[in-house]
């Protein structure tokens, strides 16, 4: 089934196998007064809530609920917050929430989430921190670098979320809820320019098209004149977006006042350069010599530059229908993506290795809800969930120069397919007059399945290349995985404004394979149990906003990363994680908003070191003229990876009127007290810090004018006031060396236009 094709038929439709996703901007017509599509985050009434704080609506719970009500620590952020802060993309969350931090390899988005996370990349690896757009669960880690031009809001729950999400939320979830369509016609253009010439722009228009039946259309383009960095070799410009074009299209129809279907199709094409740049950590020597020693962290000295082709898309048809005792929901969403790049993992100008692949993926969801109406003294909730999906490598060669055990290349071949249903319900129940009790059960039944893994060796000849054969055995294998998730929680309004929480959850983690290491073993699924206390509060006649929570994590079976070939990903016994967090926010007078987020966090690692035990982290020690080798190692009591100590979001957002206009300013800085990359780093086996990040902050600033009439907006903005330099990716490889990528950007500056029309 092939959803999605890149032919953009007549009249502005892009044509779809059987489906036909119709882009209204020449159907919408219509004028009139429009209030506000209904915003995630909205006030509760008009003039009585002026210097008070907005209500903020999440789905943490599969039902509407104001955040203060839901007993689980969540994290929102609107749209316009997080344009305010800088945050053009998921790779920015990390500068907008606290305790969350983003590891990007070969353009794979790997978020985590109080520690918990994975930086392993690959065909059928999902991250521990569920992504969802639209209540649509995105499995690829390539379709997780999402641009967040037309999000209405970014929600991060927090812990796993193991009874309504299930598999592969062991460290939480991340909503994305972008915009729906409005009854009445309006929009809006935005456009921005920076000092590298990168063109950001977006069209938005809604409207409705016919009785019952509205409709929107977001189309994004953003193509970059100047890269942040060169390739020394060629004089290539690097870290530079060639184009990044994306359409989204929702049509609601409500054929009846208990009938909603909504039909939602999205499409992006991305072409850049902006990793794996790979070049020697600062400060440390490569295994080849040749690597110039005048270059910037963002440049390179290869002999290829690295280039990214990659597409993505999906559609996903979400049915309501009233049935007077219960809403019923049902969610049907295809998704498929293709990515592929080259790059040079020896860092040099010297031929020596290169890696060129290219992978493919596709999935399909469907989900069932029966969600019972909103009720004081009880609600409940119960479905079931499939997925299947099906990822593996559509070219992956390594290169060698000269000739490594005679071989010229080698090449992987390998998919992995996995199959999973799972049955939950989740009750809350008033037990008392202001006491409620919460329970979830989720039961998950998945099969994974790997065929025709191999690596095959190849060799120059004057005819051309010739296969030497399968090097090993041919892998044929799969994992059946049956788990019981659970949540039990306990809520008490000590006031109307405030309530205590606490809550027990269990989340797992699937198992797998390492496809991109044929040979080496399958990893099993991984476990977390969490216990969670905490706040929600309003105080000062809803001025202030203050929901601390503190928590502890008992997690077995971590899967782990170490580096031979490639990232190979195994159990270690476990992890020990505690720690406190706090969201706050006040409105300290009509025009001035404070907003901060902070996290402490301890982590251990709990593993069992055995030298022939091919479940070990690996150390490195540096060679005398440049490179590393490496050798097992323990990491008992290490941290766990990207877990920083310490993270602190800071935000000031100021409003003025003059004559009649508004000047907008906000500031936000986000502090991160550092962390390690790799289990294997401690004071011991990594002295030099190579495998750890420092603390660091990132700053962003804008002050926007907008018209009287609310129509036109003009703004200056700079994000990473004091260009910190934060590479994405540090790490090792025998016999190579220490290795970074500089895919999060320098300070950058410039301007931005905003037009809205109609009503909007």
């Known amino acids: 089934m092939n959803l999605i094709s890149h032919d953009i038929g007549k009249a502005g439709a892009i044509r779809t196998s059987g489906v036909l996703f119709c882009m209204p901007i020449l159907a919408i017509a219509g004028t009139g007064a429009l209030t506000q599509p209904a915003s995630a985050q909205t006030a509760r009434g008009n003039g009585d809530n002026a210097g008070r704080l907005e209500e903020i609506v999440v789905t943490a719970q599969k039902r509407a609920e104001n955040l203060q009500d839901v007993p689980i620590a969540v994290s929102a952020i609107s749209g316009e917050r997080l344009a305010a802060a800088g945050v053009v993309d998921t790779l920015g969350l990390a500068n907008a929430i606290s305790g969350f931090t983003v590891n990007i390899n070969a353009q794979n988005f790997s978020p985590h989430v109080r520690g918990v996370g994975t930086s392993a990349f690959g065909p059928g690896i999902e991250n521990p921190v569920a992504l969802y757009v639209d209540n649509v669960y ?52 935005r456009t921005e320019l920076d000092q590298y010439m990168t063109s950001r722009s977006n069209l938005y228009v809604t409207g409705p098209l016919a009785e019952n039946l509205k409709a929107n259309l977001s189309v994004r383009y953003t193509t970059q004149g100047d890269g942040w960095g060169r390739n020394l070799f060629n004089d290539d410009e690097i870290h530079k977006i060639d184009h990044d074009v994306g359409i989204r299209s929702k049509l609601v129809f409500t054929p009846g006042e208990n009938t909603t279907i909504t039909l939602s199709g999205d499409y992006s094409d991305t072409i850049n350069s902006l990793g794996p740049n790979l070049r020697p950590l600062p400060g440390t020597t490569a295994f080849l010599p040749g690597f110039s020693a005048a270059a910037g962290e963002y440049d390179v000295d290869a002999y290829i530059t690295n280039r990214n082709d990659s597409w993505n898309g999906g559609g996903s048809l979400m049915a309501k229908q009233d049935l007077g005792f219960a809403r019923l929901v049902s969610i049907t969403a295809y998704r498929k993506f293709r990515f592929a790049s080259r790059f040079v993992p020896s860092m040099t100008p010297i031929p020596a290795f290169d890696i060129d692949f290219a992978i493919s993926g596709k999935q399909f969801t469907q989900e069932v809800q029966l969600v019972s109406p909103d009720n004081d003294r009880f609600n409940w909730v119960i479905g079931a969930y499939y997925f299947w999906g099906r990822e593996g490598i559509d070219r992956f060669r390594n290169s060698f120069y000269p000739a490594l055990f005679g071989l010229d290349k080698i090449e992987v071949h390998g998919h992995e397919t996995t199959a999973s249903i799972a049955g939950f319900g989740q009750a809350t129940m008033k037990v008392l007059p202001q006491t409620g009790i919460t329970l979830g059960l989720r039961y998950t039944s998945e099969k994974r399945r790997i065929r025709d893994s191999f690596g095959e060796g190849l060799v120059n000849t004057p005819g051309g290349l010739i296969s030497t054969g399968p090097l090993g055995a041919i892998q044929n294998d799969q994992q059946k995985i049956n788990r019981l998730t659970w949540r039990l929680a306990l809520d008490h309004r000590v006031t109307d404004d405030v309530m205590l929480y606490a809550s027990y959850n269990r989340g797992f983690k699937s198992g797998g394979f390492n496809v991109y290491t044929p040979g080496y073993p399958s990893y099993q699924p991984e476990k977390l149990d969490a216990w969670e206390a905490g706040m929600k509060a309003e105080l000062f006649d809803r001025r202030v906003r203050f929901n601390p929570s503190v928590f502890y994590y008992d997690y077995s079976d971590i899967q782990l990363v170490r580096y031979d070939t490639n990232a190979v990903i195994f159990n270690a ?65 290490n941290r766990v990876p990207f877990a920083p100590k310490f993270t602190l979001n800071v935000g000031v957002n100021y409003t003025a009127a003059i004559l009649g206009s508004k000047i907008e300013f906000s500031l936000t800085n986000a502090y991160n007290g550092g962390y390690t990359t790799e289990a294997s780093s401690n004071r011991l086996t990594d002295p030099n810090g190579n495998l750890r990040e420092k603390s660091f902050n990132i700053m962003s600033g804008a002050i926007t004018w907008t018209s009287p009439d609310e129509r036109l907006s003009v703004g200056a903005f700079v994000r990473n006031i004091l260009n910190e330099v934060v590479p994405s990716q540090r790490s090792a490889q025998e016999p190579w060396g220490y290795y970074s990528d500089y895919t999060n950007p320098p300070r950058t500056y410039g301007a931005n236009l905003t037009y809205r029309f109609g009503a909007f």
């Open 573 to 637: 016994k476990g992890a020990e994680i505690y720690g406190v967090d706090l969201d706050a926010e006040a409105q300290v007078t009509d025009r001035l908003r404070l907003n901060l987020g902070a996290e402490w966090l301890h982590t251990r690692l709990k593993t069992m070191f055995d030298p022939a035990a091919p479940n070990n982290p690996t150390c490195f020690s540096s060679l005398p003229g440049g490179g590393l080798f490496k050798f097992a190692c323990d990491a008992n009591g």
């Open 138 to 189: 995105y499995a690829s880690q390539i379709m997780g670098l999402a641009d967040l031009t037309d999000v209405e809001q970014v929600s991060v729950l927090k812990g796993p979320q193991g009874t309504l999400f299930g598999r592969n939320a062991t460290g939480g979830v991340i909503q994305l809820t972008t915009r729906q369509p409005s009854d009445t016609f309006g929009g809006q253009l």
